[in-house]
């Protein structure tokens, strides 16, 4: 059985910062495409990053310029660093193994149903 933990969520002011971890065990991350999905308060979950087995990133238009997704296949872990963050970044982030493209571009969809527990974002003044 798989699994994911996310951690490095907190509460922030606008324009801060945080780190989000994702550590994968009971598989090895090497070879699949790994996703950050986050979901507000009465609000469907939505991807907002992705990378590819090979290191190529995609993210959703709001948080382009913004957020960075990176994996280190030694820790078997995906990180997410959130700059600039405002209070619309204000959810719960999960991670995901997702699915690619026939040309190996990662897709904002995941591969099933599991998710995580999760880690708590709080932009607020």
């Known amino acids: 059985q798989y699994q994911f933990v996310e951690s490095g969520g907190g509460s922030v002011q606008p324009g801060g910062s945080l780190r989000l971890s994702c550590v994968a065990s009971g598989f090895t991350i090497n070879y699949y495409a790994i996703g950050w999905f986050r979901q507000a308060p009465g609000q469907v979950r939505e991807g907002v990053a992705c990378?590819?087995?090979?290191?190529?990133?995609s993210y959703s238009d709001s948080v382009k310029g913004r957020f960075t997704i990176s994996r280190d296949n030694a820790k078997n872990t995906v990180s997410l660093q959130m700059d600039s963050l405002t209070p619309e970044d204000t959810a719960v982030y999960y991670c995901?193994?997702?699915?690619?493209?026939?040309?190996?571009?990662?897709?904002?969809?995941?591969?099933?149903?599991?998710w995580g527990q999760g880690t708590q974002v709080t932009v607020s003044s």
């Open positions: 990378i590819n087995d090979i290191g190529k990133t």
């Open positions: 995901a193994a997702v699915q690619i493209s026939v040309r190996n571009q990662c897709l904002m969809a995941s591969l099933d149903d599991y």
